[in-house]
């Protein structure tokens, strides 16, 4: 008998008897003999909960957590108030499948409503979707998307968009044909969008390009919309800090067909990388493109406001193989703890952390001007993210930093061989006045 | 009970807040002056509230769901099975839950141990050699697969594009052959509600990449000509794809990769009870014979005498489907559950859900339409043939059911089945919950007969009635805005 | 929804598990052989679930139940108010939720500064000088003062055993206090729902070792010559008492101790937001002037230059009320709460609280009758009396809210006022919520004249309908037994 | 504007208007102005979330966490299987009041009316209440009732009763007039009945004896019985480990009146003492003696089955101070977590665990008896707790070992002079065989 599976014996050969068959052995008779496994698993033994526990426990203490951390690039954590696990992870939530029958399903349904209006309101856009897998994803569906609505195959993809990022885009359009063209950035750290222009053509797609970019500094996405539309392109934006959108103009502001990104930053744990919550908005134009699931508004039968999954022939169970996506399963829960943090924190909340963020990114920027050794490699404007230069070699460093329990952000020659001696550095509402000193203090003496 | 909950925008009164701002000694800057022309005043209507309004509203909105943790949700194709709570409390360890994924590996050996120790179990589990934990769903791991057999092919420099799909799959199979640059080609099933072997064979050539087949099937029936379609596929050059959302039928008994799989996802969030979220995240592994190892996305996580790295040099890989390493949270669930149940309790798991699948089979029979005969394994398909001469339709035996306090199962899937009622017990239902079941099925068949109305009208007792489904995508309301306050 | 849950005991099916015991090395002991004569067999009826079975449980039963998170909960005197979240987090770290209380106080220092920390802040909001955190409860904190007092007199020589209690006083008061060893003797309240201080000065005695005094009292009024009444009783040799049950409507206002208060419990589960569980646990800190530190029940927590220690060596103590040093769990949550909200914060919350109850004293005064007039601090009484003439009485009222989604006010308390309806919205509740609320109230005033019955059956959309509470008490079935089933 | 408060100051001055006062100090114009507040308080300013968790958390490292702990004497620490909590802190539970109005609470209910039947189960008695603020006041309300039900005022004591306890039933009997007689113990650990029965008389009002005892000694509570009814008094069983009760005579079957004790042990927090849960169970003939609430089954107008709080009037809200006690607020979510607990153990769990313990207890008893220099003080049988004695004293062995991070249980010397050698040793499922040799290992070294 196992804690998790409530039939007794005398149930199995009550039910056995009434299926007709005479052993567990027989009910597996559709399975020909040959095929069968004939020895155990070689898993374990179960174990009861303490026993599990135990194991999980060393396991975690295998992890060690640093002292100081000013790593984001992609995942960034955020400090979640407490009801946000709480309520996502009420049964209801939780425990609950796709929202396939709305009658018993409200709750899912509303909240993902009101996700989609939050991901519309932050990012300037019309229409939103139920969520991606993550930032990475999205962005290569939303070059799929672009293809759809214009029929062309050139992507051209800011340099300064996260690597990961591109390297999805490319793995997504290994079989379908497409040019993906990347751009290089400025000294400021922004994208070159001369040289965008001297290589854009009539089979321009869209253009792809993140603000904060890769290396903190905000982009100019007002002028990738304006060279996009000359060439009846699409442009794209990518978000992958969307905390920044409560300071920082919105795509839809910026004249943007299209936005995604990743939303971990609100309220997502950074769990090593997954669940996250990738997002997608567009102009209503696009929204028969659009991949994954819409949530609509409608009435029932007495009138009252309800919500259902709709404009449903954009999907895969309905359209197969012509489906705008092959998505199902999305992120609905991390959506739901979005939803929540964003409720929490509100128009003011939200808009006091960023300038926080901002604030904290600021004193990191002046503390590492006034430093002996190190400059600031990028100078546009930014937001919590910036990237520092260091003397030497930027991965020893690093790790030296490691062994007094820092984690000096993310020595960026893995990506970008020319930044050899750069450290992308995060600060976020965590980082108190002193990590920041005691950072650049010792980033500051390694030279001497 | 409040059954009308506001919207969010709705309930937000200027000035109202629900957080306070960190402290810090750093000066606090003006962003209009930092951020310059990139500056952004406000988002208007974004929600004003406290927080205990913000913990009413998701309260009062949790009640509208129905979930498994209330009763039977006997969804096909779902399995939507108990999901232990143990597993929450391990993927919430702050180690885990607070670790970044750039960090250098000696800080992380504790998540890349989960990670390959789940590997290692799938393995064990599925008969495959290698596994791949990044991609985030089924679908996803679909899209892998397909991207992997591609790159295969075209590393023997073979142009095979075509992929055969039978037309009982799962919607995110065609599409997602499709989203990978494959075409579709649909393969019939036959009488006996399998992938028929005749038809197979006249649509293989040099051009197909790999059938793509389900195993259970979505009838919930097991493809027992798998070997011989396993031998035609490979003796034409083509790989075989096995679609693993069914595997919890299997666990124990039989595994892929012993009749001839290359390539198979299975649904963490399904086999291996990671809950489901209202939609999400799941975790859609793929896992592959050693012949197509070297395609994996990177990273890969490499074992060098118990030390864990993270490879990414690896020449013919696909890349990368997503960024980071795939949905940790729900490997350390899955871990949690593999350590829970072992070897034995996976044996327990596919006896107790083929068992309990085949007790509704034969109940239900009774009054219901079974469109397949004979022993079926982790679900059954049935139809709405029998209630047809009194107007009752699936979908209203499937909203009256709600009115009895049960989730319907799925309804209209598989397309092959006309008014098909998919039904998935799971082996977590007790003998009363599916005998419960039973009765209800019979009181609507009953009704269906003596007061068709009260079923074509269901549901009846939910917070909200019948939704208008045509209304909303004819002319859509995707959000809210300002102007509707 | 499902609206019927069967007992656990009717669930159980003899053979399954919800449990594995924990794996060991030692040798598995007989219990038999080892207890002898002592050894038991078998708990038989002992319910038989699996887990997945025990948490549909739990979790359909609490769908039977009301809670604040859901709306309002006005039940007067009650000081319903939102419990916040992170107080439930803190209280649940491992640190403070594992820590042993024999360990010794080097290992603990956290743990008694949490405590030492209430302590300094409820001197601070109080006025008083001193604090005990032992008691588990308001009434065991009343008790806790009784005996402090008796034991402060007895040191003095004074043979002091009478206890005067207003007749508007909560039945914990004269329980406690008979409960201590203490005769109870009641003192009327004037017209103006005050304790009337002619009553008083005439039951003063040299017998009389207290008053015991609620402020504000459980009408909702601020006791204006509490100066007048705690000098006359100290004139008298007697003790002030206060049950500070109430202190939510003063935070930041009016100090106990500023106006003659010798002894005080406050309700942490009330006024410092701990969150009341469907009965507790409480937490009954009780404060005292610096002439009965002496009695406090020990140990008592000395910090010296910041290291602390429990103090055990305290000859005149009353001695221990409970094991250990309170309910710790609730003063960590308490903690949490003062440091939320800090001085400013408390200010806010009696600020907001009066201001709610006045609101829907205002309000509710056009359909209802208030039972005595004027500014209310942080509740207000109704009566039935306009609803008489159609024989809608304040039991009916309060049922028929909950067909409105409302959980009823305290009903008949205090015993002074006839058919009281006890309103106490406390300052968690929005203004939209107190509108609906007076929005039901109104349209139930129309029902008691247009449509009484409705209100007399009520309530008629709850999970269970009104319970036959007489045939309880008469035939008590107080258990299941094994032959119910 | 703070955050757990609603309304905003347009609403306050709207709602001030309504109420007809001018301001919020008219507001509050009952409170004579010579008693007001002039000045703020002294509580610091409020904190946001993320500051609250740093204090916290600062506060919670300043506790030190040992890495093997023994002790137990009336606080037990478990393994609590994750659901517990979990299911427990759902808002339905635990933002519920006191279940007054049963239509709208009977979750609360039904799980006490569960709770009370598995008390009686474990107590094998007829009737038990919702429950008890703790262990020690229950066993001093138990003498109340004793006194209510025969009116006399002698009690006797088990000295091997804990010595908390004894200290409560002190206090509370302080003004009573009651007379309250220790009896002590045998060399083998059990109390001495027969200097009991010498000093018992027609005054004796009841016998009060725990079992397992302080010294984890089985107690002959049938031995008890029988001379408290020889006297025409009660017999009180006291139980503060209840999972002994899983393999252990029940006091029903050894013919107790009432059971009285702490059910901390079921799946509540060891968290420094409380909150904890205690019960009372009795025999029938009592119950209109007995303290605290309790949850009566009966119908609805429909006839279907529901629960409501019943036999008030022996409660304080309606007798005052003919009450049969002053108790209101109980432990109602911590009596909710142990029917949780109990239903998830079950009755094979519950058993399995007991034994597991028990067979803990037994390695250490038997590798205590091999050991150099230590020896068992008490030999009769026991269950999960054992006292041990060392050839010196106590105390300081004690600290010896918690500078190597072990909390070797209990050095008694405090509570019973006499035992100022000895040790208090408690053993459960998360204690390890290594963790048991370590210890004595380290106790037997003590005096080399
Ligand atoms: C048979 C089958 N294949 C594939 C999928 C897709 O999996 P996912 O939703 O995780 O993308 C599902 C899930 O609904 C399924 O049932
Ligand atoms: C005025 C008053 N005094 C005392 C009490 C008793 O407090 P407790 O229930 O915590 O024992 C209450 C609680 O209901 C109360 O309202």
């Given at each position: 008998?196992?804690?998790?599976?409530?039939?007794?014996?005398?149930?199995?050969?009550?039910?056995?008897?009434?299926?007709?068959?005479?052993?567990?052995?027989?009910?597996?008779?559709?399975?020909?003999?040959?095929?069968?496994?004939?020895?155990?698993?070689?898993?374990?033994?179960?174990?009861?909960?303490?026993?599990?526990?135990?194991?999980?426990?060393?396991?975690?203490?295998?992890?060690?957590?640093?002292?100081?951390?000013?790593?984001?690039?992609?995942?960034?954590?955020?400090?979640?108030?407490?009801?946000?696990?709480?309520?996502?992870?009420?049964?209801?939530?939780?425990?609950?499948?796709?929202?396939?029958?709305?009658?018993?399903?409200?709750?899912?349904?509303?909240?993902?409503?009101?996700?989609?209006?939050?991901?519309?309101?932050?990012?300037?856009?019309?229409?939103?979707?139920?969520?991606?897998?993550?930032?990475?994803?999205?962005?290569?569906?939303?070059?799929?998307?672009?293809?759809?609505?214009?029929?062309?195959?050139?992507?051209?993809?800011?340099?300064?968009?996260?690597?990961?990022?591109?390297?999805?885009?490319?793995?997504?359009?290994?079989?379908?044909?497409?040019?993906?063209?990347?751009?290089?950035?400025?000294?400021?750290?922004?994208?070159?969008?001369?040289?965008?222009?001297?290589?854009?053509?009539?089979?321009?797609?869209?253009?792809?390009?993140?603000?904060?970019?890769?290396?903190?500094?905000?982009?100019?996405?007002?002028?990738?919309?304006?060279?996009?539309?000359?060439?009846?392109?699409?442009?794209?934006?990518?978000?992958?800090?969307?905390?920044?959108?409560?300071?920082?103009?919105?795509?839809?502001?910026?004249?943007?067909?299209?936005?995604?990104?990743?939303?971990?930053?609100?309220?997502?744990?950074?769990?090593?990388?997954?669940?996250?919550?990738?997002?997608?908005?567009?102009?209503?134009?696009?929204?028969?493109?659009?991949?994954?699931?819409?949530?609509?508004?409608?009435?029932?039968?007495?009138?009252?406001?309800?919500?259902?999954?709709?404009?449903?022939?954009?999907?895969?169970?309905?359209?197969?193989?012509?489906?705008?996506?092959?998505?199902?399963?999305?992120?609905?829960?991390?959506?739901?703890?979005?939803?929540?943090?964003?409720?929490?924190?509100?128009?003011?909340?939200?808009?006091?952390?960023?300038?926080?963020?901002?604030?904290?990114?600021?004193?990191?920027?002046?503390?590492?001007?006034?430093?002996?050794?190190?400059?600031?490699?990028?100078?546009?404007?930014?937001?919590?993210?910036?990237?520092?230069?260091?003397?030497?070699?930027?991965?020893?460093?690093?790790?030296?930093?490691?062994?007094?329990?820092?984690?000096?952000?993310?020595?960026?020659?893995?990506?970008?061989?020319?930044?050899?001696?750069?450290?992308?550095?995060?600060?976020?509402?965590?980082?108190?006045?002193?990590?920041?000193?005691?950072?650049?203090?010792?980033?500051?003496?390694?030279?001497? | 009970?409040?059954?009308?909950?506001?919207?969010?925008?709705?309930?937000?009164?200027?000035?109202?807040v629900g957080y306070a701002v960190p402290s810090t000694t750093v000066d606090p800057v003006d962003p209009s002056a930092a951020l310059g022309p990139y500056y952004r005043e406000d988002i208007p209507g974004f929600p004003e509230l406290s927080e205990p309004e913000v913990i009413r509203h998701f309260v009062n909105l949790s009640k509208l769901n129905y979930s498994i943790d209330e009763g039977m949700y006997p969804l096909g194709s779902c399995t939507m099975k108990y999901n232990p709570k143990i597993n929450e409390k391990m993927a919430a360890k702050?180690?885990?839950?607070?670790?970044?994924?750039?960090?250098?590996?000696?800080?992380?050996?504790?998540?890349?141990?989960?990670?390959?120790?789940?590997?290692?179990?799938?393995?064990?589990?599925?008969?495959?050699?290698?596994?791949?934990?990044?991609?985030?769903?089924?679908?996803?791991?679909?899209?892998?697969?397909?991207?992997?057999?591609?790159?295969?092919?075209?590393?023997?420099?073979?142009?095979?594009?075509?992929?055969?799909?039978?037309?009982?799959?799962?919607?995110?199979?065609?599409?997602?052959?499709?989203?990978?640059?494959?075409?579709?080609?649909?393969?019939?099933?036959?009488?006996?509600?399998?992938?028929?072997?005749?038809?197979?064979?006249?649509?293989?050539?040099?051009?197909?990449?790999?059938?793509?087949?389900?195993?259970?099937?979505?009838?919930?029936?097991?493809?027992?000509?798998?070997?011989?379609?396993?031998?035609?596929?490979?003796?034409?050059?083509?790989?075989?794809?096995?679609?693993?959302?069914?595997?919890?039928?299997?666990?124990?008994?039989?595994?892929?990769?012993?009749?001839?799989?290359?390539?198979?996802?299975?649904?963490?969030?399904?086999?291996?009870?990671?809950?489901?979220?209202?939609?999400?995240?799941?975790?859609?592994?793929?896992?592959?014979?050693?012949?197509?190892?070297?395609?994996?996305?990177?990273?890969?996580?490499?074992?060098?005498?118990?030390?864990?790295?993270?490879?990414?040099?690896?020449?013919?890989?696909?890349?990368?489907?997503?960024?980071?390493?795939?949905?940790?949270g729900m490997v350390v669930r899955a871990y949690t559950y593999i350590l829970s149940l072992g070897s034995e309790g996976m044996s327990a798991i596919s006896e107790a859900a083929v068992l309990n699948a085949n007790y509704l089979r034969v109940k239900l029979m009774e009054r219901y339409h079974l469109a397949y005969e004979g022993l079926c394994m982790h679900e059954s398909v049935f139809t709405d043939k029998r209630q047809a001469a009194s107007g009752v339709t699936t979908m209203n035996i499937a909203k009256r059911l709600m009115d009895y306090g049960f989730h319907p199962p799925t309804v209209y899937f598989p397309l092959i089945v006309s008014g098909a009622l998919m039904i998935e017990p799971t082996e977590s239902e007790p003998l009363e919950e599916l005998d419960r079941f039973v009765a209800v099925m019979n009181t609507i068949a009953d009704e269906a007969q003596t007061n068709p109305d009260i079923v074509k009208n269901a549901p009846h007792t939910t917070p909200i009635l019948r939704l208008d489904e045509?209304?909303?995508?004819?002319?859509?309301?995707?959000?809210?805005?300002?102007?509707?306050?």
């Amino acid at each position: 008998m196992h804690r998790y599976i409530p039939l007794t014996e005398t149930e199995k050969q009550q039910m056995l008897r009434a299926v007709g068959v005479s052993s567990m052995e027989d009910l597996f008779a559709s399975i020909p003999a040959s095929l069968r496994l004939k020895r155990p698993l070689c898993l374990p033994e179960p174990l009861g909960e303490l026993d599990v526990e135990r194991r999980m426990t060393e396991l975690e203490r295998q992890n060690v957590e640093p002292r100081l951390c000013f790593l984001g690039a992609g995942a960034y954590y955020h400090h979640i108030p407490a009801h946000v696990g709480q309520l996502a992870s009420r049964s209801e939530f939780l425990t609950a499948y796709t929202p396939y029958q709305p009658e018993v399903s409200q709750g899912t349904l509303q909240a993902i409503f009101e996700f989609q209006t939050m991901i519309c309101q932050l990012t300037g856009l019309d229409v939103a979707n139920a969520s991606m897998y993550d930032g990475a994803s999205a962005t290569a569906e939303a070059m799929l998307m672009a293809n759809r609505a214009n029929g062309r195959g050139t992507f051209l993809l800011a340099r300064s968009l996260h690597p990961e990022y591109r390297q999805v885009c490319r793995t997504y359009a290994a079989n379908l044909g497409f040019k993906l063209v990347e751009t290089g950035s400025t000294p400021q750290g922004t994208t070159d969008l001369d040289a965008a222009a001297a290589t854009a053509g009539p089979d321009l797609a869209a253009i792809i390009m993140q603000s904060p970019n890769f290396f903190g500094c905000l982009e100019d996405w007002s002028a990738a919309s304006a060279l996009a539309k000359k060439h009846g392109a699409l442009s794209i934006a990518v978000v992958a800090e969307p905390l920044s959108l409560a300071i920082a103009k919105s795509p839809g502001e910026c004249g943007c067909d299209i936005a995604v990104g990743e939303a971990q930053s609100f309220g997502v744990p950074i769990s090593f990388g997954g669940p996250y919550l990738g997002f997608m908005a567009a102009l209503d134009k696009h929204v028969r493109n659009m991949p994954g699931r819409l949530v609509g508004q409608t009435v029932d039968r007495n009138g009252r406001r309800g919500f259902v999954l709709t404009l449903a022939t954009r999907e895969q169970h309905i359209r197969r193989e012509k489906a705008t996506s092959n998505i199902c399963t999305n992120e609905g829960l991390c959506a739901l703890m979005a939803t929540i943090y964003l409720a929490t924190l509100g128009r003011h909340g939200l808009r006091d952390l960023a300038v926080l963020n901002l604030s904290l990114a600021s004193y990191a920027r002046k503390t590492i001007a006034a430093s002996k050794t190190l400059r600031l490699r990028f100078h546009a404007a930014g937001f919590n993210e910036l990237v520092v230069e260091l003397r030497g070699p930027a991965a020893p460093a690093h790790r030296k930093l490691l062994d007094k329990g820092i984690v000096a952000g993310l020595p960026l020659g893995g990506f970008y061989p020319e930044l050899s001696r750069c450290l992308l550095l995060y600060v976020q509402e965590t980082t108190r006045k002193e990590d920041i000193d005691e950072l650049v203090h010792e980033l500051d003496g390694l030279d001497s | 009970m409040r059954i009308e909950e506001k919207l969010i925008f709705e309930k937000s009164r200027a000035g109202r807040v629900g957080y306070a701002v960190p402290s810090t000694t750093v000066d606090p800057v003006d962003p209009s002056a930092a951020l310059g022309p990139y500056y952004r005043e406000d988002i208007p209507g974004f929600p004003e509230l406290s927080e205990p309004e913000v913990i009413r509203h998701f309260v009062n909105l949790s009640k509208l769901n129905y979930s498994i943790d209330e009763g039977m949700y006997p969804l096909g194709s779902c399995t939507m099975k108990y999901n232990p709570k143990i597993n929450e409390k391990m993927a919430a360890k702050e180690g885990f839950a607070g670790a970044h994924p750039y960090w250098p590996p000696e800080l992380v050996q504790g998540c890349l141990r989960v990670m390959k120790e789940v590997e290692y179990g799938l393995c064990d589990i599925s008969g495959l050699d290698a596994f791949s934990l990044q991609p985030a769903a089924g679908a996803h791991g679909e899209l892998t697969g397909m991207l992997m057999i591609r790159a295969y092919h075209k590393s023997r420099d073979e142009n095979r594009d075509i992929v055969l799909i039978p037309d009982s799959a799962h919607g995110t199979n065609p599409s997602s052959a499709h989203i990978g640059g494959l075409k579709v080609q649909q393969i019939a099933s036959n009488a006996r509600g399998r992938l028929d072997v005749e038809s197979l064979r006249k649509h293989l050539s040099p051009k197909v990449a790999a059938l793509m087949i389900t195993n259970p099937n979505t009838l919930g029936l097991f493809e027992d000509e798998i070997g011989r379609i396993a031998e035609l596929l490979h003796a034409a050059g083509a790989q075989l794809y096995m679609d693993g959302a069914n595997m919890n039928a299997l666990l124990g008994k039989v595994r892929p990769g012993d009749f001839g799989v290359d390539v198979l996802h299975i649904n963490l969030h399904k086999t291996f009870s990671t809950p489901h979220g209202g939609g999400g995240p799941g975790s859609g592994p793929v896992g592959v014979k050693t012949h197509l190892e070297p395609f994996l996305p990177v990273p890969v996580i490499v074992d060098e005498a118990g030390r864990l790295r993270l490879d990414y040099s690896r020449p013919e890989s696909i890349g990368r489907v997503r960024a980071f390493y795939g949905n940790f949270g729900m490997v350390v669930r899955a871990y949690t559950y593999i350590l829970s149940l072992g070897s034995e309790g996976m044996s327990a798991i596919s006896e107790a859900a083929v068992l309990n699948a085949n007790y509704l089979r034969v109940k239900l029979m009774e009054r219901y339409h079974l469109a397949y005969e004979g022993l079926c394994m982790h679900e059954s398909v049935f139809t709405d043939k029998r209630q047809a001469a009194s107007g009752v339709t699936t979908m209203n035996i499937a909203k009256r059911l709600m009115d009895y306090g049960f989730h319907p199962p799925t309804v209209y899937f598989p397309l092959i089945v006309s008014g098909a009622l998919m039904i998935e017990p799971t082996e977590s239902e007790p003998l009363e919950e599916l005998d419960r079941f039973v009765a209800v099925m019979n009181t609507i068949a009953d009704e269906a007969q003596t007061n068709p109305d009260i079923v074509k009208n269901a549901p009846h007792t939910t917070p909200i009635l019948r939704l208008d489904e045509t209304r909303a995508a004819r002319t859509p309301v995707l959000r809210w805005r300002p102007e509707n306050r």
